[in-house]
């Protein structure tokens, strides 16, 4: 049996910061309900201390929501981690997830300090929220771009102060995957009490390399990774929440599964999309409208020779009905006559011949051939039958 591979859900508070995404309440006990069902271990439902109503967010998620976790965010600042607890005081199981900036430029730039300092504000936070929860989980911001062996010496700080959960972020998605991979293993290698806790990965999208990040986190020992619903969060996004479940679903090679329900995924994709008035994009892996579309001759006669041919996932694994074989002027006949057929006309030979060729006409002048269109092409031999 392989390992399992928490996943830790941040669509509520990282992806809610995106601006136009905000939701109320209520709709956070929606999405929160959809990612139960969806199977996630940990919802991180809000950031407490930013606002009442992310306070209450994570009161009313924490009532809500049964299964998983409901873990809340801090600083590491004792009033903020006080707020996260009293957030938390109804959830079955709690988490506070706490932490500082760990690389040169937050150290020096943003936090105008010193990193003994640094360690020891890291220590002290995880002591003091271990006061109200026993699952505390410590970010090193920006670990993505600090420095090894400071980051080996706070991570082993926060684990002995008592971290169930340290969170490596690439918070300014700047890692290429060996990079990022290379941290993990750093610290795998390096930290001498690492094995008591579990190392989560935290990768923003800036170069596209969330996803492959978070793979690569995990291959080398990551057991949680932090990720969104339809990839949505700061700037460029988050890791994608359906890129890395099936990643990892598709590669048996990587030795770890989730408790994710496939099927649910693209129904969550949707519901997040339209509460959040953020459209996903067409190519979206996984989700996207075009993601099981076929549109190319060559494609389109090798999917419907053999699905595989083309196809790395079947639809319904994540929820979708069916691939689609897209009519455009790049189709072949092969297409254009697995729609006819199901419109219940067979035309071979010829008459399929002078079809395709009245079809090509029209696909050249039209973006999109539907029903009218076919039945317009082939009325015809629709009399004459
Ligand atoms: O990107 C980041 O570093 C974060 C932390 C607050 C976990 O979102
Ligand atoms: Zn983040």
Not at 173 to 178: D, Q
Not at 286 to 304: K, M
Request: aromatic share 6%; charged share 25%.
């Amino acid at each position: 049996m392989s390992e399992k591979l928490w996943i830790f859900d941040t669509t509520l508070r990282d992806g809610e910061q995106v601006p136009g995404c905000q939701l109320n309440t209520q709709e956070k006990i929606v999405v929160a309900k959809a990612l139960e069902e969806l199977g996630v271990d940990i919802i991180e439902a809000g950031f407490p201390i930013s606002s009442p109503g992310d306070f209450n967010s994570v009161v009313e998620i924490s009532k809500a929501v049964s299964n998983p976790i409901i873990c809340a965010l801090s600083r590491a600042v004792e009033k903020d981690i006080e707020v996260a607890a009293q957030a938390l005081k109804f959830a079955k199981k709690g988490r506070i997830h706490t932490g500082i900036g760990v690389s040169p430029y937050h150290i020096q730039y943003k936090l105008r300090s010193t990193p003994d300092d640094i360690i020891r504000r890291g220590v002290a936070a995880v002591k003091y929220a271990k006061r109200f929860v026993e699952d505390v989980e410590f970010y090193a911001e920006d670990a993505g771009r600090s420095e090894p062996d400071f980051l080996c010496k706070i991570i082993e700080e926060v684990i002995k102060a008592g971290a169930t959960v340290v969170n490596i972020p690439d918070t300014t998605g700047y890692c290429l995957p060996e990079q990022y991979g290379g941290i993990v293993a750093n610290l795998k290698n390096n930290v001498p009490n690492i094995d008591k806790a579990i190392i989560s990965t935290h990768c923003h999208n800036d170069l596209g390399m969330a996803t492959a990040n978070t793979v690569a986190g995990v291959q080398q020992g990551a057991r949680q990774v932090e990720v969104t619903i339809n990839g949505i969060g700061e700037r460029a996004g988050n890791t994608s929440m359906e890129e890395v479940v099936m990643a990892i679903k598709c590669h048996q090679s990587i030795p770890v599964h989730t408790d994710i329900q496939t099927p649910r995924i693209y129904k969550t994709s949707r519901l997040v999309s339209k509460l959040m008035n953020m459209p996903v994009q067409p190519n979206k892996a996984i989700v996207g409208r075009n993601a099981f579309a076929h549109s190319s001759g060559i494609h389109q006669d090798g999917v419907l020779k053999h699905r595989e041919n083309y196809e790395i996932i079947d639809p319904k694994e994540v929820g979708v009905e069916e691939s689609s074989i897209v009519l455009t002027a790049r189709s072949g006949r092969a297409a254009l006559k697995h729609h006819l057929d199901a419109l219940g006309v067979e035309l071979e030979g010829d008459a399929l011949r002078e079809v395709y060729e009245a079809f090509l006409i029209l696909a050249d002048s039209k973006r999109d051939i539907g029903r009218k269109d076919l039945m317009g092409l082939v009325g015809k031999y629709m009399d004459e039958s």
